[in-house]
């Protein structure tokens, strides 16, 4: 009679076969994630054929979406509504060239990019997702905040749009800096050097300004105030 495998054995050969399964499961889910998208920019394209050969009015386009709709809906099932579609439509638009589309990002992606007017923007938000791994949940999020449109204060025009084609790329140390502040209501230009004490003595105008505008009930007793705690002292605007 052979020798019993040990429990240690049993474990590695697990984790093992685990791991090729976690893998072919990855592949299979990516290789459908990229067969939707392509399939959902070629109906886009043929929906935007048919329009081209069509009448131009508007209503044409909105009787084919609603009819296209029903009759996919009916064989295919859901996916197809309308606003779908029309989804479909305006990513063939946004991405005339298939082989411009990217396979690490999900048809959620493609679908919260299309609410990015600006193509730059667009094209920013598109390199930073696939070059950070954002989650449809942190993509969003991003877009929600204008990191895009806060990024753009803090650099010139070109360096925009080629961080646009790129990506957020940290060559320097103002560049781990994702969310610089808008500082001008402090009176200080935003692409203007500054010392910290300027930051202060602005900030602490303008909270001057405020607080005698609510006028009783409020007051400023200092511009650095002395607080101490458990012996140490500090100064506190």
Same mark, same amino acid.
């Given at each position: 009679?052979?020798?019993?495998?040990?429990?240690?054995?049993?474990?590695?050969?697990?984790?093992?076969? /685990?791991?090729? *399964?976690?893998?072919?499961? +990855?592949? #299979?889910?990516?290789?459908?994630?990229? $067969?939707? &998208?392509?399939?959902? @920019?070629?109906?886009?394209?043929?929906?935007?054929?048919?329009?081209?050969?069509?009448?131009?009015?508007?209503?044409?386009?909105?009787?084919?979406?609603?009819?296209?709709?029903?009759?996919?809906?009916?064989?295919?099932?859901?996916?197809?509504?309308?606003?779908?579609?029309?989804?479909?439509?305006?990513?063939?638009?946004?991405?005339?060239?298939?082989?411009?589309?990217?396979?690490?990002?999900?048809?959620?992606?493609? /679908?919260?990019? *299309?609410?990015?007017?600006? +193509?730059? #923007?667009?094209?920013?938000?598109?390199? $930073?997702? &696939?070059?950070?791994? @954002?989650?449809?949940?942190?993509?969003?999020?991003?877009?929600?905040?204008?990191?895009?449109?806060?990024?753009?204060?803090?650099?010139?025009?070109?360096?925009?749009?080629?961080?646009?084609?790129?990506?957020?790329?940290?060559?320097?140390?103002?560049?781990?800096?994702?969310?610089?502040?808008?500082?001008?209501?402090?009176?200080?230009?935003?692409?203007?050097?500054?010392?910290?004490?300027?930051?202060?003595?602005?900030?602490?105008?303008? *909270?001057?300004?405020?607080?005698?505008?609510?006028?009783?009930?409020?007051?400023?007793?200092?511009?650095?105030?002395?607080?101490?705690?458990d012996g140490r002292h500090f100064?506190?605007?």
């Open positions: 009679m052979g020798e019993v495998t040990s429990s240690q054995e049993i474990h590695g050969i697990y984790q093992q076969i /685990r791991e090729v *399964l976690i893998q072919a499961r +990855s592949r #299979a889910l990516q290789a459908v994630n990229t $067969e939707m &998208v392509a399939c959902y @920019w070629q109906i886009g394209r043929l929906i935007v054929e048919a329009e081209q050969r069509g009448e131009t009015r508007a209503a044409y386009g909105k009787g084919l979406i609603k009819a296209l709709s029903k009759r996919l809906t009916d064989e295919f099932g859901r996916g197809f509504h309308q606003r779908n579609l029309w989804f479909m439509r305006n990513f063939y638009l946004a991405y005339p060239k298939v082989n411009a589309l990217s396979s690490e990002l999900s048809w959620t992606h493609y /679908r919260l990019l *299309l609410r990015v007017e600006k +193509s730059e #923007a667009r094209a920013f938000y598109e390199a $930073e997702a &696939v070059n950070s791994r @954002w989650s449809t949940r942190e993509l969003e999020r991003q877009i929600n905040s204008l990191l895009s449109e806060r990024l753009a204060l803090s650099r010139d025009k070109a360096g925009v749009l080629e961080l646009a084609k790129k990506g957020h790329e940290i060559q320097q140390p103002t560049d781990l800096v994702k969310d610089p502040y808008v500082l001008e209501f402090t009176g200080i230009k935003q692409n203007e050097r500054f010392l910290e004490k300027d930051l202060e003595t602005a900030l602490i105008d303008k *909270l001057r300004q405020f607080l005698l505008e609510l006028g009783k009930g409020f007051a400023f007793m200092a511009r650095q105030q002395r607080i101490t705690l100064l506190s605007i």
